[in-house]
């Protein structure tokens, strides 16, 4: 399952959701800062995406819901 966002010819899907290790994201441009937090907020990650594919890795995260802030828009993924 993925979760995906279509806006003004931009394309990001974040899957798999529910994750283990690790999460994907597809995005058709190639440098875009990214944010990840957890539920109350807290920064998790901070990186700029290099490749029009993306690894994640969250197996140091905790069991828990988890968003990425892209462009302003945000995707939720949990962690289990």
């Known amino acids: 399952t993925s979760v995906s966002l279509i806006s003004n010819s931009k394309t990001i899907s974040v899957y798999p959701v529910p994750a283990i290790e ?34 994640i890795d969250i197996s140091n995260f905790p069991s828990g819901i988890y968003f990425i802030i892209i462009n302003n828009n945000s995707y939720k993924f949990i962690k289990i």
Request: aromatic share 2%; glycine share 2%; no cysteine.
């Open 22 to 55: 690790t999460i994907s994201i597809d995005n058709n441009s190639i440098t875009e800062k990214i944010i990840v937090q957890n539920y109350l907020g807290e920064r998790m990650l901070e990186r700029i995406i290099n490749s029009q594919t993306e690894k």
